[in-house]
């Protein structure tokens, strides 16, 4: 079993809702992550919290919000999407020290109608 | 641009023999390596860190760093076909900053 717990697995939602991705760890870990990963490519940074400060965003659209609301727990809030947006969507964290591993969550397979 | 490059497979071999993937990288601060298995459908799952130059061993998987040549390796013996998934090489980049900079993965397929 995972120590980085998504949820929801699966989400499927229209161009027009809102909807919330979840991510919570019990390691200890002060670094938190969001990936997207499209088929047969690596994953892809998204936003990096670190003590719970967003410390890297890679120009990601608006329509992605991150949010961290303490050193365990980590949201993406989702709103406007669009089909290309269809990913599976990544939570890890790590330790804090860009030098130790990330372990990652399950993900969630998100599929944009 | 930070890189890391791996042989772009798939890879393919026999049970039982050993499975030889490879990996290199752009950025000479880079200070810490991962290897990645990422069975289709799944999350990643770190498999071996290695930090410092020589050889890694875990079990069946050893991981080789050479910094001079900026070349990584993960040897895995007596493969299974449990084996048989994507490896992602990830590098540290702007030594020491939380970012990882990922290859795009080296599929492999053991055969029983």
């Known amino acids: 079993d995972t120590e980085v717990t998504q949820t929801p697995k699966h989400l499927v939602m229209g161009m027009t809702n809102k909807k919330s991705l979840k991510c919570e760890q019990h390691?200890?870990?002060?670094?938190m992550y969001w990936y997207k990963q499209k088929a047969k490519k690596p994953p892809e940074l998204m936003f990096v919290y670190s003590y719970e400060k967003l410390s890297i965003n890679e120009s990601v659209p608006s329509r992605f919000s991150p949010e961290c609301p303490n050193s365990s727990l980590l949201n993406l809030h989702l709103h406007a999407l669009q089909p290309e947006d269809s990913a599976l969507y990544l939570c890890?964290?790590?330790?804090?020290?860009?030098?130790?591993?990330?372990?990652f969550g399950d993900g969630t397979r998100l599929s944009i109608l | 641009q930070k890189e890391v490059e791996q042989n772009s497979g798939p890879l393919s071999v026999p049970e039982g023999a050993i499975a030889s993937l490879n990996c290199t990288y752009s950025d000479r601060v880079s200070q810490s390596f991962f290897w990645y298995r990422q069975y289709s459908g799944k999350s990643p799952e770190l498999i071996m860190s290695i930090y410092s130059n020589g050889d890694k061993e875990d079990g069946r998987f050893t991981a080789q760093l050479n910094k001079a040549s900026q070349y990584v390796s993960l040897l895995i013996r007596d493969s299974q076909p449990s084996d048989s998934a994507t490896y992602l090489c990830?590098?540290?980049?702007?030594?020491?900053?939380?970012?990882?900079?990922f290859g795009k993965g080296t599929k492999l397929t053991v055969n029983p």
């Open positions: 890890a964290s790590s330790q804090g020290s860009g030098t130790q591993p990330q372990h």
């Open positions: 390691m200890g870990h002060r670094a």
């Open positions: 990830a590098v540290n980049s702007q030594g020491g900053s939380e970012k990882l900079v």
